[in-house]
C-alpha cells in the first residue's frame, strides 16, 4: 500500500489504525454514518471503521439529493462532531474537492487537521451527482490525475497523517478500461486506496481488485447499479474494504415512517431503543457525579 511519509511518525491516529487494518486479511466493512450519533451506534456494534456517506448526511441534515448542492464548509461541518465523537477511523467525502489545486489543498488540509483517518476524491464534473443514477459526467484524464496529484501533494505537506481514497465514475461514462486506467493511474499519483464506482456485473467486480495495486473499495448500495454481494464474497475477490452507503438510512427512515403509523393509529411504539439504553449511550450521569446541588 502507498503511504504518505507523515504515516511512519505517528503512532495512534486514525490514519494509521485503518492502515493497519488494509494489512490484516479480513475485509474492512463500513456501514456508513450520517451524523454523530449513527456513527456512535457503529462503533458501539464492533465495527472498526466507518465512512461518512455523502447521499445519506445531506439528506439527513439538509433534506437534499447528492447533486452537488453542499460546498466543502458545509461537508466539514457535517464531518467535524462525527469525527469529534466517533474513537473509530472515520473515512470522509471530498467529493471532487470543490475547486482546483488550491481548493483541493486547503479543504484536504481542514479534513485532516479535524481527525479524518481518509478523505475520498473523486473525477466527476462539478456539481456531482450518486453514482449509481443517471447523467453522471466525469472531467477528462488529465484532470482527473491532476486532482489526485494535488490531493497526494496536499498530504504530504501534512504534519499529521492522512490516507486518500481516489473515487472514479468513468464506468458509466466511458467504459470499464477507462475507470480501471484511472484507477491504476491514481495509485501511481499516490492514492492509498481506489474505488471504480458502479461496476455492472460480477465479471467487473472480478477485475477490479485484478488490475488496481492498492487497496480496493465496494459500494453495496441495495437496489443499485452493482450486484449486491456479502463481505466474505466480496473478499475473496480481493476487495479489502467495502462500504455500505444507504443501508443505515434507509433502515432509520423506515423504523421512522413505522413509527410515526403507530402514532398515528393510538398504538404505542415497539421497535425502539429504550431511555435507559439511549441515556448510557449518550453519556449521561447522575446530577451529584457534577458536583452539582440543585436543592433550596
Known amino acids: 500500500m502507498i503511504q504518505s511519509p507523515s504515516l511512519k511518525s505517528a503512532q495512534s491516529s486514525g490514519a494509521v489504525r485503518l492502515a493497519a487494518l488494509l494489512q490484516e486479511p479480513d475485509i474492512i466493512q463500513m456501514p456508513c454514518c450520517f451524523d454523530a450519533f449513527s456513527a456512535m451506534l457503529i462503533e458501539r456494534a464492533g465495527f472498526e471503521a466507518t465512512f461518512i456517506s455523502g447521499f445519506a448526511s445531506i439528506?439527513?441534515?439538509?433534506?437534499?439529493?447528492?447533486?452537488?448542492?453542499?460546498?466543502g464548509t458545509a461537508a466539514l461541518e457535517i464531518a467535524r462532531p462525527i469525527l469529534e465523537h466517533t474513537g473509530i477511523p472515520?473515512?470522509?467525502?471530498?467529493?471532487?474537492?470543490?475547486?482546483?489545486?488550491?481548493?483541493?489543498?486547503?479543504?484536504?488540509?481542514?479534513?485532516?487537521?479535524?481527525?479524518?483517518?481518509?478523505?475520498?476524491?473523486?473525477?466527476?464534473?462539478?456539481p456531482k451527482r450518486?453514482?449509481?443514477?443517471?447523467?453522471?459526467?466525469?472531467?477528462?484524464?488529465?484532470?482527473?490525475?491532476?486532482?489526485?496529484?494535488?490531493?497526494?501533494?496536499?498530504?504530504d505537506e501534512l504534519g499529521e497523517p492522512l490516507l486518500i481514497l481516489a473515487r472514479t465514475d468513468a464506468r458509466e461514462t466511458d467504459g470499464l478500461d477507462e475507470a480501471l486506467y484511472r484507477a491504476q493511474a491514481f495509485a501511481e499519483c499516490g492514492a492509498d486506496m481506489v474505488f471504480v464506482e458502479a461496476p455492472r456485473d460480477l465479471s467487473e467486480l472480478k477485475q477490479i481488485p485484478k488490475r488496481v495495486p492498492v487497496p480496493c473499495m465496494a459500494n453495496m448500495l441495495e437496489e443499485g447499479v452493482t450486484p449486491f454481494l456479502d463481505s466474505a464474497q466480496l473478499q475473496d475477490?480481493?476487495?479489502k474494504l467495502v462500504a455500505y452507503p444507504l443501508t443505515l438510512l434507509s433502515a432509520g427512515a423506515a423504523a421512522i415512517v413505522e413509527a410515526l403509523s403507530s402514532l398515528k393509529a393510538?398504538?404505542?411504539?415497539?421497535?425502539?431503543?429504550?431511555?435507559?439504553?439511549?441515556?448510557?449511550?449518550?453519556?449521561?450521569?447522575?446530577?451529584?457525579?457534577?458536583?452539582?446541588?440543585?436543592?433550596?
Open 59 to 71: 439528506a439527513a441534515r439538509y433534506a437534499l439529493p447528492d447533486m452537488g448542492l453542499i460546498d
Open 266 to 296: 393510538g398504538r404505542e411504539v415497539e421497535r425502539r431503543m429504550s431511555f435507559e439504553e439511549m441515556k448510557t449511550l449518550l453519556g449521561f450521569v447522575p446530577l451529584g457525579e457534577w458536583g452539582a446541588d440543585f436543592s433550596d
Open 130 to 155: 450518486c453514482g449509481h443514477v443517471a447523467g453522471k459526467r466525469v472531467v477528462p484524464r488529465r484532470e482527473a490525475i491532476s486532482r489526485l496529484r494535488a490531493a497526494a501533494a496536499a498530504r
Open 90 to 126: 472515520v473515512l470522509t467525502d471530498l467529493d471532487t474537492g470543490y475547486g482546483g489545486a488550491i481548493n483541493i489543498r486547503h479543504t484536504l488540509q481542514q479534513f485532516a487537521r479535524a481527525g479524518a483517518a481518509a478523505v475520498m476524491i473523486e473525477d466527476q464534473v462539478w
Open 237 to 239: 475477490l480481493g476487495y
